[in-house]
């Protein structure tokens, strides 16, 4: 091994991890690779903490931010584990040395294993979220307290009031409520994944269940830790000047989510595995299968020419909030971007590429943004659903919870405008306009809504920590605290003297010119002192 086999950023690694899981093709006596496997490996003795005899493990430093982690690294020479340490679930190596497997197909017996690689996007959707949450939360409660202008000399008025600090900040707060929700049932599907894999369920429905979650999470994570680092800048923004001090803290949630842009697979390589998948599923259409999912994500594709004949009918803003207006617009996206990277991809082959060349210039415009669309639609739908059709959903909250299903699903709606006009979908001059215009309509519908929403899912105070963001509404109370009780806030830096020396009291134009004056005689003094000591040196 050499530095380029070296494993970084693993979690709990850099001081303190005694084992850790590795992932590495298993390969048997007679030289068959069986593929992706998981085993346990020691790396420290867990009596005194040293690394053992061929593993190299240590920490990688300091990092932009989640420095309460210790990342570390780790490198193995020629270090050997016994046959009992490989997690057998879904493969296992007998003690003869033959490969046995439950999976007759290798690509099922991958997709149970792509389910248990799921389990980290998944816990990073939420978090993201609760950065979503967090940020738009602070920014709302300060909104609603920071008066700026108004209609007359007399009085000036909150800042929330105004259209565009709602068009700034209310469409993250619904996404924050939607991806909420979108990340509890996908974390439900796969706790589904988990416990029937614990307990020996090797149906074909689990392992197709395991490739669905894998898809889904692959651009979860894209969609939350983007939308949560677009709208932590906004946010910070929207704060003004307040926003950008540290002790209101939207410049560490800023930190803290930007590697979930990164970590457990770069964003824009993963969405490449869900592109993949619905690829895959576009294949089986064509050959006149019906399909499905264990989680009904791609159930509507069995319809694609009847969903691909539909157009976008709301010619007003009123018709916009039929609750089934922004998932039929989805439904055609999808197939729309489907048929699309599929005839790019096939393009490409018939030039020579091979498949791997070809699908990698089938991303931008294409791959990547069918697999986006897909998961907009998953969370969408499933928002629709809660607000709409779920019977459990009480009705004191249905009115609030349609209003962020629609304004989450037009603002995203409205990002992919160029394509809807490009396939179509979008047939008259106006539909674009009608979007938009029902998107400010409903941020002034929020406007009443919005404090309270924010403070249904912020955490407490002392964990929100935001003296702008303090539940009790008043933010310069509490940053002034927050600033007075800072040490050293009141106090004279250490360098005072310095900084004060040699300056005259009054500050007037002539006694600078003295002070300058006096300290050009003293250099010339100096120069001439040195001059004629060497002068006299180089006599000698």
């Not at 497997?101 to 017996?109: C, G």
């Not at 010619?315 to 207006?325: A, F, H, I, L, M």
Request: with cysteine; proline share 4%.
């Amino acid at each position: 091994p050499d530095y380029e086999a070296t494993k970084w950023w693993v979690g709990n690694m850099g001081q303190t991890a005694t084992h850790c899981i590795l992932f590495a093709q298993l390969y048997t006596a007679d030289g068959v690779c069986h593929g992706l496997h998981n085993f346990i490996v020691p790396l420290r003795n867990p009596a005194s903490l040293k690394a053992y005899p061929g593993v190299t493990v240590g920490d990688i430093g300091a990092k932009l931010g989640q420095n309460g982690l210790d990342n570390g690294f780790a490198a193995f020479d020629h270090f050997r584990i016994p046959r009992e340490n490989l997690l057998n679930k879904t493969g296992d190596v007998t003690p003869d040395g033959r490969y046995v497997t439950p999976y007759k197909d290798p690509a099922k017996r991958f997709g149970a294993q792509l389910g248990a690689l799921s389990g980290g996007r998944v816990g990073l959707t939420a978090i993201a979220t609760t950065n979503l949450q967090m940020v738009t939360a602070i920014a709302i409660r300060y909104s609603a307290v920071r008066r700026q202008f108004g209609p007359d000399d007399k009085e000036e008025i909150p800042v929330i009031e105004y259209q565009l600090q709602q068009w700034r900040l209310f469409p993250p707060l619904a996404g924050a409520i939607i991806l909420h929700h979108f990340s509890k049932v996908l974390f439900h599907h796969f706790a589904r994944l988990t416990l029937s894999m614990m307990s020996g369920d090797k149906s074909e429905e689990i392992s197709e269940l395991g490739r669905e979650i894998h898809a889904l999470s692959s651009a979860s994570k894209p969609l939350a830790s983007w939308t949560a680092r677009d709208a932590i800048q906004e946010c910070r923004e929207a704060c003004g000047g307040h926003g950008y001090l540290a002790v209101n803290r939207i410049g560490a949630l800023r930190d803290d989510n930007d590697p979930n842009c990164t970590y457990e697979g770069d964003n824009n390589v993963l969405l490449q595995q869900t592109s993949n998948y619905l690829l895959g599923v576009y294949e089986e259409i064509r050959a006149g299968r019906r399909v499905s999912s264990p989680a009904h994500t791609i159930d509507f594709l069995n319809n694609m020419s009847t969903i691909e004949a539909g157009r976008f009918t709301p010619r007003t803003t009123t018709e916009c909030r039929r609750g089934d207006v922004i998932v039929r617009a989805y439904e055609w996206l999808i197939c729309y971007l489907l048929k699309e990277s599929h005839a790019r991809v096939a393009g490409e082959l018939r030039k020579g590429k091979n498949s791997f060349a070809a699908r990698n210039d089938s991303q931008v415009y294409y791959c990547r943004s069918l697999a986006i669309a897909y998961i907009e639609y998953v969370a969408i739908s499933w928002g629709h659903e809660l607000a709409f059709v779920d019977a459990d959903t009480p009705s004191e909250f249905r009115p609030v919870l349609q209003l962020c299903s629609l304004l989450h699903g037009l603002w995203s709606m409205h990002k992919h405008a160029a394509i809807f006009y490009q396939g179509g979908y979008f047939s008259e001059k106006s539909s674009g306009k009608v979007v938009s215009d029902a998107i400010i309509e409903m941020c002034a519908e929020m406007k009443g809504e919005a404090v309270a929403l924010a403070d249904v899912f912020a955490p407490p105070d002392h964990v929100l920590r935001s003296p702008i963001g303090h539940s009790s509404g008043q933010a310069y109370r509490e940053l002034y605290h927050a600033v007075m009780t800072t040490p050293g806030a009141l106090t004279r830096p250490s360098w005072w003297q310095t900084f004060t020396d040699d300056k005259p009291e009054q500050g007037s134009r002539s006694e600078w010119r003295d002070v300058l004056r006096e300290r050009m005689e003293k250099r010339e003094a100096a120069n001439s002192a040195t001059t004629a000591s060497a002068t006299s040196s180089s006599k000698l």
